[in-house]
């Protein structure tokens, strides 16, 4: 099992962008990052290999997130810009033992979650 700890997040305007972190505490495989709006299911944002060369992206993702890890430090960022109130939403990161794209969307293939950090983008 792996403790993830989640950091960033905060209110902002449409067209910011925002930094979210997620630290693990040792070395992780495939993270991934979900988010969940109020009163909405949980859905995949983006998902990172465990040697960071592979990445996939939900199409609302796709052009404006970018996934990235630093494997230095076990940590693995999610850079959101031009930012929408459509964005708005509780994030999650994710960590699974294998990198499948089909099926990171997949929230059962998940083992470990991180705490959730909060985004909220103002109009």
């Known amino acids: 099992q792996v403790q993830l700890r989640q950091s960033g997040g905060g209110l902002v305007q449409a067209g910011d962008s925002l930094r979210l972190s997620c630290a693990a505490s040792?070395?992780?495989?495939?993270v991934s990052w979900f988010r969940q709006a109020p009163g909405k299911e949980r859905q995949f944002v983006a998902t990172?290999?465990?040697?960071?060369?592979?990445?996939h992206y939900a199409d609302s993702a796709k052009g404006r997130f970018s996934i990235s890890r630093d494997s230095a430090n076990n940590t693995v960022y999610l850079q959101m810009n031009i930012l929408k109130p459509e964005d708005t939403a509780v994030y999650y990161c994710?960590?699974?033992?294998?990198?499948?794209?089909?099926?990171?969307?997949?929230?059962?293939?998940?083992?470990?979650w991180g705490q959730g950090t909060q985004v909220t983008v103002s109009s």
């Open positions: 994710a960590a699974r033992p294998t990198y499948y794209s089909k099926t990171a969307s997949d929230r059962r293939t998940y083992s470990d």
């Open positions: 040792r070395r992780t495989y495939a």
């Open positions: 990172i290999s465990g040697s960071g060369d592979m990445t």
